[in-house]
């Protein structure tokens, strides 16, 4: 079974120590920038979302990223009841339907509808995001991200919610031992993501180097009026 990674409101295990760290993904060798992670529009989204999302990888992993053209929404993962999209849906969408043809280390979907999972007690609980621990999808919504915030927040949060579920999708848990970090869990609150600064912190990018096999930007920031223009 996947295990998943959830963004809004859960919690998994810490960070994994040394000694059971897993082989790096990426050969010897390999440069950062030569590692691609795509972002996939789910639905209507608009461009400068998808737009800044990018920049806002490229500052954080000093990767490469590429938008791809836009996808609908499958009609498998559509939840009635709620009128949301099952998260988990979308990523066995995305690996099944996107990854195999698209040169892509990491496909981000991207969308602005509402997205849900089933956690704990809860059938359909509402997140920001979810990616599939140490793999190649993750998705994230701007609909929880845009409610009661000017757009500029709203763009900064889902730019935090991508680096942090790409952090999953390279193998990261949730991890709260430096409080305001990227892998931080939400506890609940989307101003959790606020107080997040966008990239990796530094323990957090050790953990990243070792598992990808790559050197990470040493970022504490963002350059936000490059990401969101």
């Not at 800044?52 to 954080?60: L, P, T, Y």
């Not at 990767?63 to 009635?80: D, K, N, Q």
């Not at 621990?133 to 927040?153: E, P």
């Not at 990227?182 to 953990?207: F, K, L, S, Y």
Request: proline letters at 6%; charged letters at 25%; one cysteine or more.
């Amino acid at each position: 079974m996947r295990v998943l990674a959830i963004l809004a409101l859960c919690c998994t295990p810490a960070l994994a120590d040394d000694a059971s760290a897993p082989a790096p993904r990426f050969t010897a060798g390999t440069r950062t920038a030569d590692v691609t992670i795509c972002v996939q529009p789910l639905g209507t989204v608009e461009d400068r979302v998808s737009a800044s999302v990018a920049r806002g990888v490229e500052q954080a992993y000093g990767m490469s990223t590429r938008v791809l053209p836009g996808h609908a929404l499958p009609r498998a993962a559509y939840y009635a009841p709620r009128k949301r999209y099952r998260a988990d849906r979308l990523l066995d969408h995305l690996a099944a339907e996107v990854v195999p043809d698209s040169g892509c280390a990491v496909v981000l979907g991207v969308t602005a509808s509402d997205i849900s999972v089933t956690k704990d007690e809860h059938a359909d609980w509402g997140i920001l995001g979810l990616a599939y621990l140490d793999s190649q999808v993750a998705v994230i919504s701007t609909y929880r991200a845009r409610r009661g915030v000017a757009r500029h927040r709203m763009l900064e949060r889902t730019v935090k919610v991508a680096t942090h579920e790409l952090g999953h999708a390279f193998g990261l848990d949730h991890d709260d031992s430096v409080a305001g970090c990227m892998m931080n869990d939400a506890a609940g609150t989307v101003r959790t993501i606020d107080r997040e600064p966008g990239p990796p912190c530094p323990h957090e990018r050790a953990a990243l180097e070792a598992r990808l096999g790559l050197t990470l930007p040493a970022r504490t920031t963002l350059d936000w009026a490059l990401v969101i223009r």
